[in-house]
């Protein structure tokens, strides 16, 4: 398997803040790789060092099969990024903005293929100041795309769309992904990843706390959460051992034990877990 991304020991410092601590993980073809964690995590700068934006500490990338600290031109064809925010372009038409960008690669989409792929093909003559904040994410997406990029990095790309708008935002990642297309995508959010990512790598200080898929991520949930209401109003526990939770509430309180509820952890709380901030 020759992998599209390979990371070993990737660290990065900023000072004395060390914003990566040692990561490793690798990317096969056609993946969406989702990285997941709160602010601050390291995710941008990951994405940077990838990218060929930022140069790394130390550690061995590999990007494509070259190393993105020493980016060549026919490299930089071969990947997309749509960064975090991006500059405004305000007063340019949709299409033509969409246009100068492929200029700037050998083999680009058509504009007018572009914009439909991310549903824009009706705004091609709209002035980009006059796209909602959704739009312009999703213009952000046709210039990431236009060059027919095999790896495309999208850093946080739903933040500000409402849940429509994401959902239609997903459906086309997935269907970027089902063309070959290897995606990684930075998120806050965990349904996000949950819903599209083949692996998800949660990041918190710099450091990977798990690198599972999403089915495995929730498959760890051994705790339960035991909850009932007490003479002193609603109480819960959570526990692995729910038997002995129930035992003790029966003694306490015989078999008349108000509102009682067992559930799973979530996969919310597993997460938080994960990265240390327990509900
Ligand atoms: N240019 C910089 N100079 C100094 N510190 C930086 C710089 N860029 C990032 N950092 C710090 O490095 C850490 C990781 O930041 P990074 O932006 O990579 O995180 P992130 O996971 O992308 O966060 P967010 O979700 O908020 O975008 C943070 O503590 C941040 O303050």
């Given at each position: 398997?020759?992998?599209?991304v390979?990371?070993e020991?990737?660290?990065?410092?900023?000072?004395?803040?060390?914003?990566?601590?040692?990561?490793?993980?690798?990317?096969?073809?056609?993946?969406?790789f989702?990285?997941?964690?709160?602010?601050?995590?390291g995710?941008?700068?990951?994405?940077?060092?990838?990218?060929?934006?930022?140069?790394?500490?130390?550690?061995?990338?590999?990007?494509?099969?070259?190393?993105?600290?020493?980016?060549?031109?026919?490299?930089?064809d071969?990947?997309?990024v749509?960064?975090?925010?991006?500059?405004?372009?305000?007063?340019?038409?949709?299409?033509?903005?969409?246009?100068?960008?492929?200029?700037?690669?050998?083999?680009?989409?058509?504009?007018?293929?572009?914009?439909?792929?991310?549903?824009?093909?009706?705004?091609?003559?709209?002035?980009v100041?006059?796209?909602?904040?959704?739009?312009?994410?999703?213009?952000?997406?046709?210039?990431?795309?236009?060059?027919?990029?095999?790896?495309?990095f999208?850093?946080?790309?739903?933040?500000g769309?409402?849940?429509?708008?994401?959902?239609e935002?997903?459906?086309?990642?997935?269907?970027?992904?089902?063309?070959?297309?290897?995606?990684?995508?930075?998120?806050?959010?965990?349904?996000?990843?949950?819903?599209?990512a083949?692996r998800?790598?949660?990041?918190?200080?710099g450091v990977?706390?798990?690198?599972?898929?999403?089915?495995?991520?929730?498959?760890?949930?051994?705790?339960?959460?035991v909850?009932?209401t007490?003479?002193?109003?609603?109480?819960?526990?959570?526990?692995?051992?729910?038997?002995a939770?129930?035992?003790?509430?029966?003694?306490?309180?015989?078999?008349?034990?108000?509102?009682l509820?067992?559930r799973?952890?979530?996969?919310?709380?597993?997460?938080?877990?994960?990265?240390?901030?327990?509900?």
């Open positions: 398997m020759s992998w599209v390979e990371v020991g990737l660290v990065k410092r900023y000072g004395r803040k060390t914003a990566v601590d040692g990561v490793s993980f690798r990317i096969a073809p056609g993946e969406v989702g990285l997941l964690g709160p602010n601050g995590a995710k941008t700068t990951i994405v940077q060092i990838l990218a060929g934006l930022r140069q790394r500490g130390s550690g061995q990338v590999s990007v494509l099969g070259r190393d993105p600290a020493k980016p060549r031109r026919a490299w930089r071969r990947i997309g749509v960064p975090q925010s991006t500059n405004d372009h305000a007063d340019w038409r949709v299409g033509e903005l969409v246009g100068l960008f492929g200029r700037f690669f050998a083999d680009p989409l058509p504009v007018s293929e572009a914009l439909a792929q991310v549903g824009l093909a009706d705004e091609h003559d709209q002035l100041r006059k796209l909602s904040g959704g739009q312009r994410r999703r213009l952000d997406v046709a210039i990431g795309v236009v060059g027919r990029p095999e790896l495309l999208l850093d946080e790309p739903t933040t769309f409402d849940p429509e708008a994401r959902r935002f997903w459906r086309f990642v997935r269907e970027l992904s089902g063309r070959g297309t290897a995606i990684l995508l930075t998120t806050h959010y965990l349904d996000e990843a949950e819903q599209l083949d998800v790598c949660v990041l918190d200080r990977i706390r798990q690198l599972a898929t999403p089915a495995e991520l929730g498959a760890h949930r051994d705790d339960a959460v909850s009932w007490g003479p002193a109003g609603p109480e819960q526990v959570r526990t692995d051992d729910v038997n939770v129930l035992r003790g509430l029966v003694d306490r309180f015989g078999w008349q034990v108000q509102d509820q067992v799973r952890l979530s996969l919310e709380e597993r997460y938080l877990d994960l990265i240390g901030r327990s509900s």
